[in-house]
């Protein structure tokens, strides 16, 4: 009696462990599965047209300040009494990249040899004064530029262009309440945001919303990247 009793139980439990099972499946089938790189955000800073003396040195100051790294798409013919500033974006861990030696439309884009000679230009500046090889590049202007780019590529360099504007270039005399409402506005939706901003001499509104923009992505989740 006690045997039939036992092979009873042994089945029961056999067939709960099944129903257990098979539930089990289901439930986590209904669940969408999301990896860690799905739900990653990601915000690469960008500063295009330096360096200048104040306006990227207060910038650089922040990032310092929040641990953050940028990278800086530099001028070549603007680094000429600004050494100083371009060793110490190589020294304090962020990427130079080349946006221009000239940031001249007409000269640059003249035709493939004259952008060749641009880009080789600003490299050798940057190599020169921050001991570093350049490996990203930044049309002057923006665009496509396909067969420029295939170029650039077969150089070694990778194309960085961008999905998110602060608003410094776009919004005359902004203010930097403005600035940091438009990073927030043309960032929304996306989990790889490249920011686009500009540190020429021109933006200290920019230097000055840059610690709120910081604040507010890192609030939504963001982390911070270079090139």
Not at 43 to 48: N, S
Not at 58 to 65: A, F, G, K, P, Y
Not at 144 to 158: N, P, V
Not at 193 to 198: A, D, E, G, K, Q
């Amino acid at each position: 009696m006690q045997k039939k009793f036992a092979t009873f139980a042994i089945a029961v439990l056999a067939i709960l462990l099944i129903l257990f099972a098979h539930i089990g499946a289901r439930l986590t089938a209904t669940v969408p599965a999301f990896t860690f790189a799905e739900e990653a955000r990601e915000l690469y800073l960008t500063f295009d047209d330096g360096p200048s003396t104040v306006v990227t040195n207060r910038i650089l100051d922040t990032l310092r300040e929040e641990a953050v790294k940028a990278t800086f798409f530099i001028v070549g013919e603007r680094v000429h009494g600004r050494e100083e500033t371009l060793q110490r974006i190589a020294q304090e861990g962020h990427t130079i990249g080349v946006h221009s030696n000239t940031h001249r439309y007409d000269t640059i884009y003249a035709s493939e040899q004259a952008f060749l000679e641009d880009v080789s230009a600003c490299a050798k500046i940057i190599e020169e004064t921050a001991k570093i090889k350049p490996h990203v590049y930044r049309f002057p202007g923006g665009g496509t530029h396909k067969r420029k780019a295939k170029l650039l590529e077969d150089l070694g360099y990778e194309i960085v262009p961008w999905n998110a504007v602060c608003g410094d270039e776009e919004i005359p005399n902004a203010a930097k309440e403005t600035l940091v409402n438009t990073a927030l506005k043309t960032a929304a939706g996306k989990r790889k945001v490249v920011l686009l901003c500009h540190d020429s001499a021109t933006h200290a509104p920019t230097a000055a919303a840059l610690p709120e923009i910081i604040r507010r992505f890192r609030a939504e989740g963001y982390a911070f990247k270079a090139f």
